[in-house]
């Protein structure tokens, strides 16, 4: 195993996103929680914003936010105070649907409609797109084509790894272009034992120590030479969220594993590491290849 990696490499700054979607829209609910269903549910999604800015704020970090259409239509206020902010609004697609299980003109017309909805509230251009559960991978490789098609000039929604749910194992690891002119920014992954392991958030972060998150990135920066990008979700922060019952035990502990040490494990990353906003961190960078 190489050496350990003691904190980050201050020069290199490394891309922090949120994915802005309410507790009950996450996709390893959908068969418990209909889509119908939404409008009924109590959002918590204003408050954890609120925490979030907060937080930012006081480390002095702007981020992207990856915000779905659907939230955006129903609160424009946190559109409009993520913009105001500083932040890079950025696009989830409109109701949260997996590209994989989408046909390509349903996707295209998802991921229009949020651009349409996010830039008629924001009055700014929306330049990134981030899929539903990274589901973009083997079997939908026409999906960087209608990303494209739909405007966007980058997408984050590639994960290089084998997981149960998402992941395509082959794809490059750092930033490429994926069809014509986008720009693909895979989620962050350390390649150890001619494998690659996650290393950018979500339930990883939550249940392994905060110490292999710090060392991942840490390794990322010091030995590719490059930045890492980082995701997590406004409930991931809010132990007091409803609890969703009829789930497996492997999805309950998965969503639910850790969530009161979330926002002091963030806090330790924010320190640790010079964070920015995807689009700033990635666009505009010279010599990208072609995947
Ligand atoms: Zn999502």
Redesign the pocket.
């Known amino acids: 195993m190489p050496a350990p990696t003691q904190g980050g490499d201050s020069r290199i700054v490394n891309a922090l996103t949120i ?1 802005v ?1 309410d507790y009950f ?3 390893a609910f959908a068969p418990h929680i209909a889509r119908a269903d939404w409008p009924n549910i109590p959002c918590r999604i204003e408050r954890n914003i609120e925490r979030i800015l907060a937080m930012l704020d006081q480390h002095g970090v702007k981020a992207t936010f ?1 915000t ?1 259409g659907w939230i955006a239509e129903r609160h424009p206020e946190i559109v409009r105070r993520i913009v105001a902010e500083g932040h890079e609004l950025a696009s ?1 697609g409109y109701a ?1 649907e997996r590209a994989t299980s989408q046909t390509p003109d349903a996707f295209l017309a998802d991921i229009q409609l949020a651009k349409i909805v996010l830039e008629d509230i924001s009055g700014g251009e929306t330049k990134g797109y ?1 899929a ?2 990274f589901s973009v991978g083997t079997t939908n490789r026409w999906a960087p084509a209608c990303i494209e098609q739909a405007g966007y000039m980058y997408s984050s929604s590639i994960y290089p790894i084998a997981h149960d749910h998402y992941g395509m194992p082959d794809a490059p690891r750092f930033a490429y272009t994926s069809f014509g002119k986008l720009l693909e920014v895979p989620l962050t992954t350390v390649r150890l034992f001619r494998k690659n392991w996650p290393a950018a958030g979500g339930g990883y972060f939550r249940l392994l120590p905060y110490a292999l998150s710090r060392w991942c990135i840490g390794h990322v920066n010091a030995v590719d030479k490059q930045p890492a990008i980082f995701y997590f ?1 406004p409930w991931e922060l809010d132990p007091e969220q409803p609890r969703v019952s009829g789930i497996s035990r492997k999805t309950r502990f998965r969503h639910y594993v850790n969530l009161d040490r979330m926002e002091e494990r963030l806090r330790k990353m924010l320190r640790d590491f010079a964070w920015g906003r995807a689009d700033e961190v990635f666009l505009g960078r010279s010599q990208i290849p072609a995947g």
Do not use: K, Y
Request: charged share 25%; glycine share 0%.
């Open positions: 994915d979607e829209q996450v996709s990856f779905l989830h949260h981030r539903p559960s979700h």
